[in-house]
């Protein structure tokens, strides 16, 4: 089917399922049928970050996007080390044999596709290929915070969150303005974000204990720095297609530049003009071309008989 004649806003055919993995209960939407294709949202979103790719993408694949812990429908641990990274990663890790799986096409984005580097170094045996939104490698990040202080000042709001309890508290206080400032006012295409998408985040982030959770991420990622300094430079043997929006408040387009020193196998860059953070939402068909076109041996019947 054409992916022309598809409405990528029809979420009406979306399946939600819940598993119990890694000692949390993990909720997921699923649609479609064909070899797995994962989706990781970032923060601070849960799956309808993807809302404009999973009807799309599932007449191809079989598509689950789960909601991280701490996110969505998903349990919300309290304690920093409950959020750490390598525990996130082995929450995927386990979603993909709870799915009956050994391995998965990861798309991701954000936080996101900090979890999906991590397992594309550490654990590459359990993704096929690898698409990343707006997340440079690790390596790259941190040659770049101590060297550029441009992307350190963007990095603001990773050490602010350190701060305990304000962080929360101002948050659930402003939390309609800091919602529409972090979509609409980071987009470069505002209007990319309805009034009932603005309302569905802060829907999100009014759930018990979401918050502090979404939060934790930057502080476990904080304190664990040494453990995840390790192996970063590993050499990344999952061939990989980074996406990019150039105007991202957060991340500069200069982290994606040397990224392809540390692979063995391909990997492509995608720019987007006049496109921020929120790239699946801004340009929605173009990301969807290019997820499907780098995944498309995967889909072809033939190949997969």
Known sequence: MSTATIRRDDLSLLEHHNVRINGINLHYVAQGQGPLLLLLHGFPEYWYSWRKQIPVLAQHFRVVAPDLRGYGGTDKPQKV??????????DIQELIGAL???????VAHDWGAAVAWDMAIRTPQYIDQLVILNMPHPARLQEELKKNFRQLRRSWYFFYFQLPFIPETLLRWMLPRIVRRTFRGWAYQPD???????????????????????????????????????????PVTVPTRILWGENDKALGKELTYGTERFFEAPVDIHYFPNCSHWVASEYPDRVNELILDFFRPQSDPEKNE
């Open 100 to 106: 009956g799986h050994e391995k998965a096409l990861l």
């Open 192 to 234: 990319a974000f309805t009034d009932a998408d603005l309302q569905a985040y802060q829907d999100n982030m009014r759930q018990p204990g979401a918050i502090r959770s979404m939060i934790n991420y930057y502080r476990a990622a904080f304190r664990n720095r040494k453990a995840q300094m390790q192996g970063l430079t590993d």
């Open 81 to 90: 080390q409950e959020v750490a990274l390598a525990t996130i990663r082995q």
